[in-house]
């Protein structure tokens, strides 16, 4: 599985970004795809993941209520709508797939197998 994300940039406490991650290549038998981030001299972080198929989401309680995960199956493309931005949300964030991942191990980066190349999102005033 190859993926591409996108649409990081520059945006003041309080914006929105909305961040996109083309896939192709052998996607049969996703589980879960999801979305991490990884600030400067930080171990990478779960934000977000869904389901594939189902459609069910998940977040991290620091992004929950204010970042949405969804996907667009006819486009092959995963979303992270982000509003409400803060400072902290500042990192590197980095789209994966998975094919082995159980529910129990979604927010562990090592329970996904593929990852795009990240896109950096900055966020001050």
């Known amino acids: 599985v190859q993926l591409q994300a996108c649409g990081g940039g520059l945006v003041q406490p309080g914006g929105s970004l909305r961040l996109s991650c083309t896939t192709s290549?052998?996607?049969?038998?996703?589980?879960?795809e999801g979305w991490f981030r990884q600030a400067l001299g930080k171990e990478r972080e779960f934000v977000a993941a869904i389901r594939s198929g189902g459609g069910h989401t998940y977040y991290a309680d620091s992004v929950k209520g204010r970042f949405t995960i969804s996907r667009d199956n006819a486009k092959s493309t995963l979303y992270l709508q982000m509003n409400s931005l803060k400072p902290e949300d500042t990192a590197v964030y980095y789209c994966a797939t998975s094919q082995s991942a159980i529910l129990s191990s979604i927010r562990d980066p090592k329970a996904y197998n593929s990852w795009g190349q990240g896109t950096l999102v900055t966020v001050s005033s």
């Open positions: 290549g052998r996607t049969y038998g996703t589980r879960y």
